[in-house]
């Protein structure tokens, strides 16, 4: 009986602890490096590799470190951002998607989560950051006047005591602490009116149980959008919301866009969405990016078997099947990663050397590059 215990990943009392106190020594050295005071510039002060770039995301590596063993959620995450550019990030849920994006914002749940490898170089127009490095007091200034975020619940984003006008206003009044009090109203009340609110001055009164779903998806679009940030990151911004009103919040986003110039990161499932937003297309599995491209490449010509397994499980309208395709078995275990490529045990398309290590980066075209051995042939390896 003991021994099954084991087979099944079963941890101990001690053994628990022990991973405790490893974690704990880690953690601290991390958050007291982290904490220091007066930390330079020059630490955290960086170039981008392509200027033309908002965000750059090399070999991003981000762990939590738990109490049964460390959390690779992140894993080695490398793509772009360009500057006026929608990047769609898909993967099904616990794929890395979200943590990808918090790291970005530096809001991954610390001490626990931390991001221990690689850099998130993102350009402000007049410096670049390493945002893995910038120290918090910087971060702040950043996020909300640079990069904002559109949180995937707007019920638990926002907050039930305090009426939706307070809630703006105060995300406006901490990045411009010149305007006055009626300045900070009046823009409230404009982005309210630009989010396509009617009754924008009764909305500014009320609270967010009063209101919709698609209103309060609305709500956080406007408070996201309040400083006029060069890079959105958009958390699954239709979820729970009807066709009808998903449709509304993606035209809204995608005009907001182009009206301030801005980046959009759109994390979601709905291939759908993609399809019509993207310019680009990042699919991650198990916390790596598997393939990327255009989102021409990427429909058109999916090169990974996991990628063509979530196209296959994508209804089409006016095509009759007795039933939807569907990924045989389950993701790995992300306390204990097999050292060979995480898709192997589910795929059905394995090939010569999928037994082997990891695989490599392999580029098809100059902009469509796919982690997968059935690929080795028909492309050159990438050189990041």
């Not at 950051?129 to 619940?153: C, D, W």
């Not at 919040?249 to 959009?264: A, E, G, Q, T």
């Amino acid at each position: 009986m003991a021994g099954n215990k084991k087979n099944s990943n079963y941890i101990s009392a001690k053994e628990s602890r022990q991973i405790s106190r490893n974690n704990r020594k880690i953690t601290k050295e991390m958050e007291k490096k982290r904490n220091r005071k007066n930390i330079p510039e020059s630490e955290y002060v960086t170039q981008m590799k392509n200027p033309d770039n908002c965000v750059e995301f090399d070999n991003v590596h981000t762990y939590f470190f738990t109490d049964i063993g460390t959390v690779k959620s992140v894993s080695g995450v490398s793509f772009d951002v360009p500057q006026g550019k929608t990047v769609g990030i898909v993967g099904e849920s616990g794929c890395g998607k979200s943590v990808t994006s918090l790291s970005l914002m530096q809001l991954v749940q610390r001490p626990s989560g931390q991001t221990v490898e690689g850099e998130i170089r993102f350009n402000t127009g007049e410096k670049v950051y390493n945002v893995v490095n910038t120290p918090a007091e910087v971060m702040q200034k950043l996020r909300g006047n640079y990069m904002s975020m559109i949180f995937q619940e707007p019920m638990t984003s926002l907050n039930p005591v305090f009426r939706i006008g307070q809630q703006v206003d105060e995300v406006i009044a901490l990045h411009n602490p010149d305007m006055t009090k009626e300045q900070i109203k009046a823009r409230t009340i404009e982005m309210l009116d630009k989010v396509g609110i009617a009754n924008k001055e009764g909305v500014y009164q009320m609270y967010p149980h009063e209101l919709s779903g698609g209103m309060r998806q609305r709500i956080m679009i406007a408070m996201a959008l309040s400083c006029s940030p060069r890079l959105i990151i958009a958390d699954e911004p239709t979820t729970a919301l009807d066709v009808t009103i998903q449709a509304q919040v993606l035209d809204l986003l995608r005009h907001l866009k182009d009206k301030i110039n801005s980046s959009i990161m759109l994390i979601t499932h709905d291939l759908g969405v993609v399809a019509e937003m993207a310019d680009y297309v990042v699919v991650m599995y198990a916390g790596r990016v598997v393939e990327k491209g255009t989102a021409r490449e990427i429909f058109k010509d999916p090169r990974h078997p996991y990628t063509m397994g979530l196209m296959n499980s994508k209804p089409v309208v006016g095509k009759h099947i007795d039933r939807l395709y569907s990924i045989p078995g389950s993701v790995p275990n992300p306390v204990d990663m097999p050292n060979y490529c995480y898709f192997k045990d589910r795929c059905e398309m394995c090939v010569e050397g999928c037994e082997g290590e990891y695989p490599q980066a392999y580029n098809v075209s100059p902009t469509h590059v796919v982690s997968c051995y059935r690929c080795k042939e028909g492309g050159t390896q990438n050189g990041k």
